[in-house]
T-cell receptor
Framework: GAGVSQSPRYKVAKRGQDVALRCDPISGHVSLFWYQQALGQGPEFLTYFQNEAQLDKSGLPSDRFFAERPEGSVSTLKIQRTQQEDSAVYLC????????????FGPGTRLTVT | EDQVTQSPEALRLQEGESSSLNCSYTVSGLRGLFWYRQDPGKGPEFLFTLYSAGEEKEKERLKATLTKKESFLHITAPKPEDSATYLCAVQESKGNKLVFGAGTILRVKS
């Protein structure tokens, strides 16, 4: 079946621009996660949704980062006033149940801030 | 704070040369330890979940084992297509997020 999809796959933004990254989880998956992966590092947790409720946003690095999942399916990660340090791959993952055991990842969006 | 350390950072093997990757962790109550494979330009691909010390799981040439402080990913007679970055992650019993190590880059030459 269809896996997790993300769009766009690549995004180049000028410093100060706002960006929106989209995640389509596996159909029926309750849990949705956003992670940030810097080059040569493992993914780092940003935020977690259970259905439409954002239960954990402890990993968001600043108030410029905002995530939503209004209908409990598609999610959007928005970064306002992008900075060079925001350049990274943003990964979305979904899991069928709670607790979220196996998490299935999308291909990621590579964000480059110039 | 949960911590995951993977070693070695990089490993080069000849085809057929078996070896092991290490993942040591500290966590306040382990719900699960996860192994993922990541190819360049792609998202992590789920391999295994281990829940308790002494547990083992196998898939093709890979076998994962778990103790109270570390996990090993054993690769038997690797092939070039096993080349990838292998990521280890832990999930604590009172949360849902994964805490990842930095990964081990594996290169298998024919």
């Amino acid at each position: 079946g269809a896996g997790v999809s993300q769009s766009p796959r690549y995004k180049v933004a000028k410093r100060g621009q706002d960006v929106a990254l989209r995640c389509d989880p596996i159909s029926g998956h309750v849990s949705l996660f956003w992670y940030q992966q810097a080059l040569g590092q493992g993914p780092e947790f940003l935020t977690y949704f259970q259905n439409e409720a954002q239960l954990d946003k402890s990993g968001l690095p600043s108030d410029r980062f905002f995530a939503e999942r209004p209908e409990g399916s598609v999610s959007t990660l928005k970064i306002q006033r992008t900075q060079q340090e925001d350049s990274a791959v943003y990964l979305c993952a979904s899991s069928l149940a709670v607790p979220a055991y196996e998490q299935y990842f999308g291909p990621g969006t590579r964000l480059t801030v110039t | 704070e949960d911590q995951v350390t993977q070693s070695p950072e990089a490993l080069r093997l000849q085809e057929g040369e078996s070896s092991s990757l290490n993942c040591s962790y500290t966590v306040s109550g382990l719900r699960g330890l996860f192994w993922y494979r990541q190819d360049p330009g792609k998202g992590p691909e789920f391999l295994f979940t281990l829940y308790s010390a002494g547990e083992e799981k196998e898939k093709e040439r890979l076998k994962a084992t778990l103790t109270k402080k570390e996990s090993f990913l054993h690769i038997t007679a690797p092939k070039p297509e096993d080349s990838a970055t292998y990521l280890c992650a832990v999930q604590e019993s009172k949360g849902n997020k994964l805490v990842f190590g930095a990964g081990t880059i594996l290169r298998v030459k024919s």
